[in-house]
């Protein structure tokens, strides 16, 4: 006899965004660039009321929001003005229209900030079922960054 003892539900998604890094030394990833990054998504929990155990229309809207945008974090912006955010960091000093950047709530904007940052929001819509939630950033074929929240 079987019975259900695990319910997980996964999602996998693409989107592209630059970003540059702030960091105690020199490196390439200093100057602007971009990635085709990849999401992986998987969630753990109990089927609610609508027979989900998550959405998986939250995820392709967070995915809209960071999908060809330059993604920066809240330390570097020095003003936002206009329908304009002025970010300073590096010796640079960008002037971008507002709905070209994601402003993350994180030091950095490293692989696995981003993880941390779409593991949070994922959270914040997470109905009390929701168990576990596991966020895997690809930022190339060979490398990724990986967060899980448990309640």
């Known amino acids: 006899m079987f019975r259900v003892v695990e319910r997980k539900?996964?999602?996998?998604?693409?989107?592209?965004?630059?970003?540059f890094l702030a960091l105690p030394y020199d490196s390439k990833c200093l100057r602007i660039h971009g990635h085709t990054y990849n999401v992986d998504v998987?969630?753990?929990?109990?089927?609610?009321?609508?027979g989900m155990i998550f959405d998986f229309n939250h995820?392709?809207?967070l995915i809209k929001l960071l999908d060809?945008?330059?993604l920066v974090s809240e330390?570097?912006?020095?003003?936002?003005r206009?329908?304009?955010?002025?970010?300073?960091k590096n010796g640079k000093r960008l002037e971008l229209p507002g709905e070209e950047v994601v402003v993350l709530n994180k030091p950095n904007v490293t692989a696995e900030y981003i993880?941390?940052?779409?593991?949070?929001?994922?959270a914040e819509k997470a109905g009390d079922n929701v168990k576990k939630i596991l966020v895997k950033v690809w930022e190339d074929?060979?490398?990724y960054a990986q967060v899980v929240l448990e309640r």
């Open 9 to 19: 539900i996964g999602w996998h998604k693409d989107f592209d965004s630059s970003h």
């Open 42 to 50: 998987e969630i753990w929990g109990d089927i609610n009321e609508n």
């Open 59 to 61: 995820l392709s809207k």
């Open 68 to 70: 060809h945008r330059i």
């Open 75 to 80: 330390d570097w912006v020095v003003e936002k």
């Open 82 to 88: 206009g329908g304009r955010v002025v970010v300073e």
């Open 115 to 122: 993880a941390e940052w779409f593991a949070e929001r994922i």
């Open 141 to 143: 074929p060979r490398s």
